[in-house]
Protein backbone atom coordinates (compact mmCIF):
# COMPACT_ATOMS: atom_id res chain seq x y z
CA UNK A 1 0.00 0.00 0.00
CA UNK A 2 2.95 2.58 0.97
CA UNK A 3 4.64 1.71 -2.50
CA UNK A 4 1.34 2.81 -4.44
CA UNK A 5 1.02 6.23 -2.91
CA UNK A 6 4.79 6.49 -3.33
CA UNK A 7 4.47 5.86 -6.73
CA UNK A 8 4.73 9.34 -9.17
CA UNK A 9 1.76 8.10 -11.51
CA UNK A 10 -0.77 7.81 -8.31
CA UNK A 11 -0.40 11.34 -7.91
CA UNK A 12 -0.77 12.26 -10.79
CA UNK A 13 -3.93 9.93 -11.27
CA UNK A 14 -5.36 10.86 -8.00
CA UNK A 15 -4.90 14.73 -9.45
CA UNK A 16 -6.74 14.23 -12.55
CA UNK A 17 -9.55 12.16 -10.89
CA UNK A 18 -10.02 15.16 -8.44
CA UNK A 19 -9.58 18.33 -10.69
CA UNK A 20 -11.49 17.29 -13.79
CA UNK A 21 -14.69 16.96 -12.24
CA UNK A 22 -14.18 20.10 -10.14
CA UNK A 23 -13.10 22.19 -13.39
CA UNK A 24 -15.96 20.56 -15.44
CA UNK A 25 -18.51 22.21 -12.95
CA UNK A 26 -17.11 25.54 -13.03
CA UNK A 27 -16.45 25.39 -16.53
CA UNK A 28 -20.51 24.98 -16.79
CA UNK A 29 -21.56 27.58 -14.81
CA UNK A 30 -19.34 30.19 -16.19
CA UNK A 31 -20.69 28.76 -19.74
CA UNK A 32 -24.37 29.03 -18.74
CA UNK A 33 -23.73 32.69 -17.05
CA UNK A 34 -22.41 33.81 -20.19
CA UNK A 35 -25.23 32.65 -22.43
CA UNK A 36 -27.53 34.10 -20.30
CA UNK A 37 -25.85 37.33 -20.63
CA UNK A 38 -25.12 36.80 -24.65
CA UNK A 39 -21.69 37.26 -24.05
CA UNK A 40 -19.68 35.68 -27.20
CA UNK A 41 -17.20 34.07 -24.81
CA UNK A 42 -19.66 31.28 -24.22
CA UNK A 43 -18.31 29.39 -27.51
CA UNK A 44 -14.34 29.30 -26.38
CA UNK A 45 -15.64 28.44 -22.62
CA UNK A 46 -17.71 25.47 -24.10
CA UNK A 47 -14.30 24.55 -26.45
CA UNK A 48 -12.11 24.22 -23.12
CA UNK A 49 -15.00 22.57 -21.43
CA UNK A 50 -15.97 19.94 -23.92
CA UNK A 51 -12.77 19.05 -25.80
CA UNK A 52 -9.51 20.84 -24.51
CA UNK A 53 -10.07 20.07 -20.72
CA UNK A 54 -10.77 16.36 -21.18
CA UNK A 55 -8.33 15.24 -23.96
CA UNK A 56 -5.51 17.12 -21.44
CA UNK A 57 -6.67 15.28 -18.74
CA UNK A 58 -5.97 12.07 -21.25
CA UNK A 59 -2.86 13.07 -22.23
CA UNK A 60 -1.55 13.72 -18.22
CA UNK A 61 -2.98 10.14 -17.82
CA UNK A 62 -1.19 8.71 -20.97
CA UNK A 63 2.19 10.12 -19.64
CA UNK A 64 2.41 10.85 -16.39
CA UNK A 65 0.30 8.08 -14.93
CA UNK A 66 0.78 4.97 -16.99
CA UNK A 67 4.21 5.87 -17.91
CA UNK A 68 3.50 6.01 -21.74
CA UNK A 69 6.52 7.20 -23.93
CA UNK A 70 5.74 10.75 -25.62
CA UNK A 71 6.84 9.29 -28.54
CA UNK A 72 4.52 7.15 -29.02
CA UNK A 73 1.92 7.51 -31.95
CA UNK A 74 -0.96 7.32 -29.88
CA UNK A 75 0.50 10.01 -27.22
CA UNK A 76 1.42 12.23 -30.38
CA UNK A 77 -2.02 11.23 -32.17
CA UNK A 78 -3.83 12.94 -28.68
CA UNK A 79 -1.80 15.58 -28.60
CA UNK A 80 -2.45 16.56 -32.05
CA UNK A 81 -5.97 16.60 -31.49
CA UNK A 82 -5.33 18.80 -28.41
CA UNK A 83 -3.54 21.26 -30.39
CA UNK A 84 -5.68 21.54 -33.46
CA UNK A 85 -8.79 22.30 -30.63
CA UNK A 86 -6.06 25.00 -28.95
CA UNK A 87 -5.78 26.24 -32.54
CA UNK A 88 -9.46 26.82 -32.95
CA UNK A 89 -9.71 28.23 -29.72
CA UNK A 90 -7.16 30.62 -30.50
CA UNK A 91 -8.96 31.82 -33.64
CA UNK A 92 -12.92 31.81 -31.55
CA UNK A 93 -11.20 33.40 -28.51
CA UNK A 94 -9.64 36.33 -31.20
CA UNK A 95 -13.02 36.64 -33.09
CA UNK A 96 -14.79 37.01 -29.50
CA UNK A 97 -12.80 39.36 -27.73
CA UNK A 98 -11.73 42.02 -30.65
CA UNK A 99 -14.48 41.61 -33.28
CA UNK A 100 -18.02 39.92 -32.45
CA UNK A 101 -19.79 42.41 -30.70
CA UNK A 102 -18.12 45.72 -31.85
CA UNK A 103 -19.66 48.84 -30.89
CA UNK A 104 -20.97 50.65 -33.85
CA UNK A 105 -18.54 52.86 -36.04
CA UNK A 106 -15.64 51.44 -33.97
CA UNK A 107 -12.16 50.54 -35.59
CA UNK A 108 -13.28 46.83 -34.54
CA UNK A 109 -16.55 47.16 -36.85
CA UNK A 110 -15.23 48.91 -39.86
CA UNK A 111 -12.13 46.62 -40.38
CA UNK A 112 -12.18 44.87 -43.37
CA UNK A 113 -12.30 41.18 -43.72
CA UNK A 114 -9.41 41.05 -45.55
CA UNK A 115 -7.26 41.75 -42.38
CA UNK A 116 -9.01 39.51 -40.65
CA UNK A 117 -8.24 36.15 -43.16
CA UNK A 118 -5.01 37.67 -42.57
CA UNK A 119 -4.66 37.36 -38.77
CA UNK A 120 -6.62 33.64 -39.18
CA UNK A 121 -4.28 32.50 -41.36
CA UNK A 122 -0.97 33.46 -39.29
CA UNK A 123 -2.20 31.99 -36.43
CA UNK A 124 -3.44 29.20 -38.27
CA UNK A 125 0.66 28.74 -39.77
CA UNK A 126 2.01 29.20 -36.22
CA UNK A 127 0.32 26.62 -34.55
CA UNK A 128 0.34 23.89 -37.28
CA UNK A 129 3.99 24.52 -37.13
CA UNK A 130 4.11 24.46 -33.60
CA UNK A 131 2.20 21.04 -33.32
CA UNK A 132 4.67 19.83 -36.12
CA UNK A 133 7.71 20.45 -34.45
CA UNK A 134 7.47 19.86 -30.87
CA UNK A 135 4.66 16.85 -31.59
CA UNK A 136 6.31 14.95 -34.67
CA UNK A 137 9.75 16.83 -34.14
CA UNK A 138 9.50 18.19 -37.90
CA UNK A 139 11.83 20.16 -39.63
CA UNK A 140 9.86 23.46 -39.25
CA UNK A 141 12.61 25.57 -40.58
CA UNK A 142 13.56 23.47 -43.57
CA UNK A 143 9.96 23.63 -44.54
CA UNK A 144 9.53 27.10 -44.71
CA UNK A 145 12.99 27.21 -46.31
CA UNK A 146 11.44 25.55 -49.19
CA UNK A 147 7.85 27.26 -48.85
CA UNK A 148 9.84 30.88 -49.20
CA UNK A 149 11.75 29.83 -52.11
CA UNK A 150 8.72 28.36 -53.96
CA UNK A 151 6.96 31.43 -53.16
CA UNK A 152 9.56 33.47 -54.98
CA UNK A 153 9.23 31.25 -57.91
CA UNK A 154 5.35 31.58 -57.79
CA UNK A 155 5.80 35.40 -57.02
CA UNK A 156 8.13 35.90 -60.28
CA UNK A 157 5.74 33.86 -62.54
CA UNK A 158 2.34 35.45 -61.40
CA UNK A 159 3.60 39.00 -60.75
CA UNK A 160 0.99 40.46 -62.51
CA UNK A 161 -1.36 39.03 -60.03
CA UNK A 162 0.37 39.50 -57.02
CA UNK A 163 1.23 43.35 -58.22
CA UNK A 164 -2.60 43.71 -58.34
CA UNK A 165 -2.94 42.19 -54.56
CA UNK A 166 -0.25 44.21 -53.08
CA UNK A 167 -1.41 47.40 -54.84
CA UNK A 168 -4.67 46.57 -53.09
CA UNK A 169 -3.43 45.84 -49.27
CA UNK A 170 -1.27 49.56 -49.86
CA UNK A 171 -4.87 50.55 -50.66
CA UNK A 172 -6.73 48.72 -47.78
CA UNK A 173 -3.73 49.84 -45.37
CA UNK A 174 -4.25 53.58 -46.49
CA UNK A 175 -7.88 53.16 -45.22
CA UNK A 176 -9.33 56.12 -48.07
CA UNK A 177 -12.52 54.50 -47.08
CA UNK A 178 -14.36 52.42 -44.46
CA UNK A 179 -17.15 49.92 -44.76
CA UNK A 180 -20.33 51.86 -45.19
CA UNK A 181 -18.87 54.79 -46.82
CA UNK A 182 -20.49 56.12 -50.41
CA UNK A 183 -17.38 56.77 -52.95
CA UNK A 184 -17.89 57.92 -56.47
CA UNK A 185 -15.04 55.89 -58.65
CA UNK A 186 -15.15 56.21 -62.33
CA UNK A 187 -16.90 52.83 -62.67
CA UNK A 188 -19.38 53.01 -60.01
CA UNK A 189 -20.90 55.28 -57.38
CA UNK A 190 -22.59 53.93 -54.34
CA UNK A 191 -21.88 52.82 -50.62
CA UNK A 192 -18.83 50.00 -49.59
CA UNK A 193 -20.34 47.24 -48.31
CA UNK A 194 -17.30 44.48 -48.51
CA UNK A 195 -13.81 44.53 -48.66
CA UNK A 196 -11.79 41.34 -49.41
CA UNK A 197 -8.39 40.07 -50.66
CA UNK A 198 -9.02 40.89 -54.91
CA UNK A 199 -11.75 43.67 -54.55
CA UNK A 200 -14.10 46.14 -52.84
CA UNK A 201 -17.49 45.83 -53.53
CA UNK A 202 -20.25 48.83 -53.95
CA UNK A 203 -23.25 48.38 -53.76
CA UNK A 204 -24.56 50.69 -56.42
CA UNK A 205 -28.63 51.02 -55.84
CA UNK A 206 -29.12 49.02 -59.25
CA UNK A 207 -26.87 45.77 -58.30
CA UNK A 208 -23.44 45.29 -56.86
CA UNK A 209 -20.47 46.69 -58.91
CA UNK A 210 -17.13 44.37 -57.94
CA UNK A 211 -13.99 46.64 -58.53
CA UNK A 212 -10.48 45.34 -57.76
CA UNK A 213 -8.59 46.56 -55.29
CA UNK A 214 -5.78 47.00 -57.92
CA UNK A 215 -7.92 49.38 -59.79
CA UNK A 216 -9.25 51.86 -56.86
CA UNK A 217 -5.16 51.75 -56.52
CA UNK A 218 -4.41 52.94 -59.57
CA UNK A 219 -7.00 55.35 -60.01
CA UNK A 220 -8.67 58.48 -58.34
CA UNK A 221 -12.12 58.43 -56.51
CA UNK A 222 -14.12 60.52 -53.69
CA UNK A 223 -15.05 59.32 -50.93
CA UNK A 224 -18.31 61.30 -50.40
CA UNK A 225 -19.03 60.20 -46.64
CA UNK A 226 -15.72 62.40 -45.47
CA UNK A 227 -15.37 64.80 -44.38
CA UNK A 228 -19.16 63.55 -42.15
CA UNK A 229 -22.15 65.27 -42.62
CA UNK A 230 -20.04 67.55 -45.22
CA UNK A 231 -22.37 65.77 -48.15
CA UNK A 232 -23.56 68.67 -50.84
CA UNK A 233 -25.93 68.09 -54.30
CA UNK A 234 -25.74 70.47 -57.11
CA UNK A 235 -29.43 70.34 -58.90
CA UNK A 236 -29.40 72.36 -62.01
CA UNK A 237 -32.91 74.18 -63.02
CA UNK A 238 -33.55 76.27 -66.15
CA UNK A 239 -35.71 79.18 -66.21
CA UNK A 240 -37.25 81.74 -69.14
CA UNK A 241 -34.88 84.45 -69.51
CA UNK A 242 -37.59 86.73 -68.67
CA UNK A 243 -38.41 85.71 -65.17
CA UNK A 244 -36.73 87.74 -62.42
CA UNK A 245 -33.38 86.14 -60.85
CA UNK A 246 -34.00 86.88 -57.44
CA UNK A 247 -37.61 85.29 -57.61
CA UNK A 248 -36.39 82.22 -59.06
CA UNK A 249 -33.28 81.77 -56.24
CA UNK A 250 -36.23 82.65 -54.07
CA UNK A 251 -38.92 80.19 -55.02
CA UNK A 252 -35.64 77.61 -55.13
CA UNK A 253 -34.38 78.08 -51.77
CA UNK A 254 -38.03 77.57 -50.20
CA UNK A 255 -38.46 74.58 -51.93
CA UNK A 256 -35.28 73.12 -50.83
CA UNK A 257 -35.68 74.19 -47.50
CA UNK A 258 -38.83 71.99 -47.55
CA UNK A 259 -37.22 68.80 -48.06
CA UNK A 260 -37.23 66.20 -45.78
CA UNK A 261 -33.79 64.94 -46.64
CA UNK A 262 -32.07 68.50 -45.77
CA UNK A 263 -29.04 68.38 -43.17
CA UNK A 264 -30.38 70.02 -39.47
CA UNK A 265 -29.31 73.29 -39.21
CA UNK A 266 -28.37 73.70 -42.54
CA UNK A 267 -29.10 76.08 -44.97
CA UNK A 268 -29.49 75.51 -49.30
CA UNK A 269 -28.46 77.98 -51.41
CA UNK A 270 -29.03 79.00 -54.83
CA UNK A 271 -27.15 80.67 -57.70
CA UNK A 272 -27.61 81.57 -61.48
CA UNK A 273 -25.27 79.76 -63.78
CA UNK A 274 -25.96 81.96 -66.49
CA UNK A 275 -28.88 83.15 -68.95
CA UNK A 276 -31.95 81.19 -67.56
CA UNK A 277 -29.81 78.40 -65.82
CA UNK A 278 -29.46 77.92 -62.20
CA UNK A 279 -27.48 75.92 -59.65
CA UNK A 280 -28.99 74.94 -56.27
CA UNK A 281 -26.90 73.30 -53.24
CA UNK A 282 -28.57 71.41 -51.08
CA UNK A 283 -26.47 70.28 -48.04
CA UNK A 284 -27.72 66.57 -46.84
CA UNK A 285 -27.09 64.08 -44.25
CA UNK A 286 -25.83 61.66 -46.04
CA UNK A 287 -25.11 60.53 -49.69
CA UNK A 288 -27.78 58.04 -49.58
CA UNK A 289 -30.55 60.79 -49.28
CA UNK A 290 -28.88 62.41 -52.61
CA UNK A 291 -31.60 60.28 -55.32
CA UNK A 292 -34.35 60.92 -52.97
CA UNK A 293 -33.55 64.45 -52.43
CA UNK A 294 -32.85 65.23 -55.94
CA UNK A 295 -35.95 63.40 -57.36
CA UNK A 296 -38.17 65.26 -54.80
CA UNK A 297 -36.49 68.75 -55.34
CA UNK A 298 -37.07 68.15 -59.06
CA UNK A 299 -40.88 67.32 -59.26
CA UNK A 300 -41.77 70.37 -56.30
CA UNK A 301 -40.30 72.67 -58.07
CA UNK A 302 -42.25 72.00 -60.78
CA UNK A 303 -45.64 72.92 -59.34
CA UNK A 304 -43.58 75.68 -57.49
CA UNK A 305 -42.76 77.08 -60.58
CA UNK A 306 -46.57 77.49 -61.79
CA UNK A 307 -47.68 78.73 -58.65
CA UNK A 308 -45.20 81.57 -58.70
CA UNK A 309 -45.55 82.08 -62.39
CA UNK A 310 -42.18 81.45 -63.58
CA UNK A 311 -41.65 79.56 -66.51
CA UNK A 312 -39.27 76.30 -65.60
CA UNK A 313 -37.08 74.97 -69.20
CA UNK A 314 -39.14 78.05 -70.58
CA UNK A 315 -42.82 76.58 -70.00
CA UNK A 316 -45.82 78.75 -68.89
CA UNK A 317 -48.42 77.24 -67.06
CA UNK A 318 -51.81 76.85 -68.69
CA UNK A 319 -53.41 75.10 -66.00
CA UNK A 320 -55.87 77.86 -64.51
CA UNK A 321 -57.59 78.19 -67.80
CA UNK A 322 -61.21 80.65 -66.98
CA UNK A 323 -62.97 77.46 -68.25
CA UNK A 324 -61.26 75.49 -65.56
CA UNK A 325 -61.41 77.99 -63.09
CA UNK A 326 -65.26 78.24 -63.14
CA UNK A 327 -65.64 74.45 -63.33
CA UNK A 328 -63.38 74.32 -60.15
CA UNK A 329 -65.35 77.28 -58.27
CA UNK A 330 -68.37 75.47 -59.13
CA UNK A 331 -67.19 72.13 -56.86
CA UNK A 332 -66.86 74.39 -53.97
CA UNK A 333 -69.74 76.44 -54.37
CA UNK A 334 -71.73 74.71 -51.82
CA UNK A 335 -69.09 75.21 -48.94
CA UNK A 336 -69.02 78.95 -49.41
CA UNK A 337 -72.66 79.03 -50.35
CA UNK A 338 -72.17 80.81 -53.47
CA UNK A 339 -75.36 82.19 -55.57
CA UNK A 340 -74.96 82.44 -59.86
CA UNK A 341 -74.74 86.21 -58.48
CA UNK A 342 -71.65 85.44 -55.68
CA UNK A 343 -70.28 82.98 -58.35
CA UNK A 344 -70.03 85.69 -61.02
CA UNK A 345 -68.70 88.50 -58.90
CA UNK A 346 -66.11 86.06 -57.04
CA UNK A 347 -64.61 84.54 -60.49
CA UNK A 348 -62.12 87.39 -60.86
CA UNK A 349 -60.63 87.06 -57.19
CA UNK A 350 -60.41 83.10 -57.50
CA UNK A 351 -56.84 81.74 -58.52
CA UNK A 352 -56.62 77.87 -59.30
CA UNK A 353 -53.75 76.13 -58.15
CA UNK A 354 -51.53 72.85 -57.90
CA UNK A 355 -49.18 71.36 -54.79
CA UNK A 356 -47.23 67.62 -55.53
CA UNK A 357 -47.50 64.93 -53.17
CA UNK A 358 -46.16 65.14 -49.47
CA UNK A 359 -45.58 68.95 -50.33
CA UNK A 360 -46.79 71.36 -47.87
CA UNK A 361 -49.25 73.69 -48.24
CA UNK A 362 -49.67 75.83 -44.95
CA UNK A 363 -47.10 75.26 -41.71
CA UNK A 364 -47.95 75.38 -37.57
CA UNK A 365 -47.91 79.31 -36.68
CA UNK A 366 -48.03 80.91 -40.04
CA UNK A 367 -50.81 83.29 -40.83
CA UNK A 368 -52.70 82.58 -43.44
CA UNK A 369 -53.39 85.27 -46.36
CA UNK A 370 -55.60 83.11 -48.04
CA UNK A 371 -58.47 80.43 -48.00
CA UNK A 372 -57.56 77.34 -50.14
CA UNK A 373 -60.67 74.92 -51.19
CA UNK A 374 -59.83 71.33 -52.19
CA UNK A 375 -60.80 70.44 -55.83
CA UNK A 376 -59.31 67.78 -55.82
CA UNK A 377 -56.69 65.42 -54.08
CA UNK A 378 -56.31 65.04 -50.11
CA UNK A 379 -54.53 67.11 -47.62
CA UNK A 380 -53.43 65.60 -44.50
CA UNK A 381 -53.87 67.99 -41.39
CA UNK A 382 -50.75 67.21 -38.68
CA UNK A 383 -49.33 69.26 -35.31
CA UNK A 384 -45.98 69.17 -33.80
CA UNK A 385 -45.82 67.11 -30.42
CA UNK A 386 -43.51 68.43 -27.86
CA UNK A 387 -41.12 66.15 -29.24
CA UNK A 388 -40.86 66.89 -32.44
CA UNK A 389 -42.91 64.25 -33.43
CA UNK A 390 -45.85 64.90 -36.27
CA UNK A 391 -49.01 64.26 -35.01
CA UNK A 392 -52.00 63.29 -37.53
CA UNK A 393 -54.96 65.05 -37.15
CA UNK A 394 -57.30 64.82 -39.77
CA UNK A 395 -57.06 64.21 -43.29
CA UNK A 396 -59.08 66.59 -46.02
CA UNK A 397 -61.25 65.85 -48.95
CA UNK A 398 -62.63 67.67 -52.13
CA UNK A 399 -64.86 70.58 -50.15
CA UNK A 400 -62.99 70.93 -47.20
CA UNK A 401 -60.95 73.99 -47.03
CA UNK A 402 -57.97 75.55 -45.53
CA UNK A 403 -56.53 78.49 -43.76
CA UNK A 404 -59.90 79.24 -42.01
CA UNK A 405 -57.97 81.84 -39.83
CA UNK A 406 -57.43 83.92 -42.79
CA UNK A 407 -60.84 86.27 -41.58
CA UNK A 408 -59.44 86.76 -37.85
CA UNK A 409 -55.83 86.68 -39.16
CA UNK A 410 -54.92 84.45 -36.39
CA UNK A 411 -51.81 81.97 -36.72
CA UNK A 412 -52.82 78.30 -37.93
CA UNK A 413 -52.61 75.88 -35.10
CA UNK A 414 -51.81 72.98 -37.51
CA UNK A 415 -49.75 72.33 -40.71
CA UNK A 416 -50.87 70.63 -44.18
CA UNK A 417 -49.13 68.45 -46.71
CA UNK A 418 -50.54 66.92 -49.93
CA UNK A 419 -51.43 63.34 -49.51
CA UNK A 420 -51.50 63.08 -52.62
CA UNK A 421 -51.68 66.07 -56.04
CA UNK A 422 -54.04 68.50 -55.09
CA UNK A 423 -55.79 71.20 -56.63
CA UNK A 424 -57.10 74.10 -54.47
CA UNK A 425 -58.95 77.03 -55.53
CA UNK A 426 -57.16 79.96 -53.47
CA UNK A 427 -59.39 83.04 -52.77
CA UNK A 428 -57.53 86.63 -51.48
CA UNK A 429 -58.89 87.54 -47.28
CA UNK A 430 -60.32 91.28 -49.07
CA UNK A 431 -63.01 89.13 -51.37
CA UNK A 432 -63.32 87.00 -48.75
CA UNK A 433 -64.12 89.28 -46.04
CA UNK A 434 -66.80 90.68 -48.23
CA UNK A 435 -68.41 87.37 -49.07
CA UNK A 436 -68.78 86.91 -45.46
CA UNK A 437 -70.26 90.04 -44.77
CA UNK A 438 -73.35 89.32 -47.43
CA UNK A 439 -73.75 85.25 -45.80
CA UNK A 440 -73.25 85.29 -41.76
CA UNK A 441 -74.13 81.82 -41.88
CA UNK A 442 -70.97 81.73 -43.87
CA UNK A 443 -68.72 83.56 -41.16
CA UNK A 444 -70.37 81.12 -38.44
CA UNK A 445 -69.39 78.40 -40.53
CA UNK A 446 -65.67 79.49 -40.61
CA UNK A 447 -65.71 79.84 -37.26
CA UNK A 448 -67.78 76.55 -36.03
CA UNK A 449 -64.22 75.30 -38.17
CA UNK A 450 -61.69 76.59 -36.25
CA UNK A 451 -62.78 75.81 -33.06
CA UNK A 452 -63.25 71.96 -34.29
CA UNK A 453 -59.91 72.37 -35.78
CA UNK A 454 -58.57 73.08 -32.29
CA UNK A 455 -60.39 70.45 -30.56
CA UNK A 456 -59.10 68.14 -33.23
CA UNK A 457 -55.68 69.02 -32.15
CA UNK A 458 -55.77 68.88 -28.60
CA UNK A 459 -56.89 65.25 -29.07
CA UNK A 460 -54.84 64.22 -31.02
CA UNK A 461 -51.96 65.85 -29.11
CA UNK A 462 -53.79 63.96 -25.95
CA UNK A 463 -53.62 60.69 -27.14
CA UNK A 464 -50.25 60.55 -28.63
CA UNK A 465 -49.13 61.88 -25.35
CA UNK A 466 -51.34 58.56 -23.68
CA UNK A 467 -49.85 56.55 -26.44
CA UNK A 468 -46.20 57.21 -25.51
CA UNK A 469 -46.48 56.46 -22.12
CA UNK A 470 -47.73 53.24 -22.54
CA UNK A 471 -45.95 52.12 -25.50
CA UNK A 472 -42.07 50.58 -24.58
CA UNK A 473 -40.71 51.96 -27.75
CA UNK A 474 -42.41 55.39 -28.44
CA UNK A 475 -39.01 56.42 -30.51
CA UNK A 476 -39.66 53.57 -33.34
CA UNK A 477 -43.78 55.36 -33.36
CA UNK A 478 -42.49 58.76 -33.90
CA UNK A 479 -39.77 57.71 -36.17
CA UNK A 480 -42.95 56.42 -38.05
CA UNK A 481 -44.79 59.58 -37.89
CA UNK A 482 -41.49 61.57 -39.39
CA UNK A 483 -42.18 59.99 -42.74
CA UNK A 484 -44.12 62.44 -43.97
CA UNK A 485 -47.50 60.73 -42.69
CA UNK A 486 -47.29 59.09 -46.02
Same mark, same amino acid.
Given at each position: ?173 EQPFQLG ?82 ? /? !? %?????? $???? &?? =??? *??? +? ?101 ? /? !? %?????? $???? &?? =??? *??? +? ?28 VARKPLLLQEIG ?39
Amino acid at each position: MTSIVDASWFHWAVGVAVALPICLVVLTEVRAALVRRGSGLAKPIGLIRNYILPLGALLLLLVKATQVSAEATPVRIVATVLGFVVLVLALSGLNATLFQGAPEGSWRQRIPSIFLDVARFAVIAVGLALIFSYVWGANVGGLFTALGISSIVLGLALQNSVGQIISGLLVLFEQPFQLGDWVDTPSARGRVVEVNWRATHIDTGSGLQIIPNSVLAAASFTNLSRPQGAHVISVETTFDSTDPPDDVCAMLNRVAAGLPQLR /D !G %AAPSTV $TTGT &GA =FAT *SIP +LHSPADGFAARSTFLRWTWYAARRAGLKLDGVADDFGSPERVETSLRIVSPTLRLTDADHQQLLPAVRLTRYGAEEALQFPGQTPKRMSFIVNGRVRLIAHGE /D !G %ALIPVR $TLEE &GD =FLG *STT +LTREPVSTGAYAVDEVTVVQIDRAPLEELVARKPLLLQEIGRTIEERKNDVRRALAAAEHASRSESSPPSSNGLLRQRLR
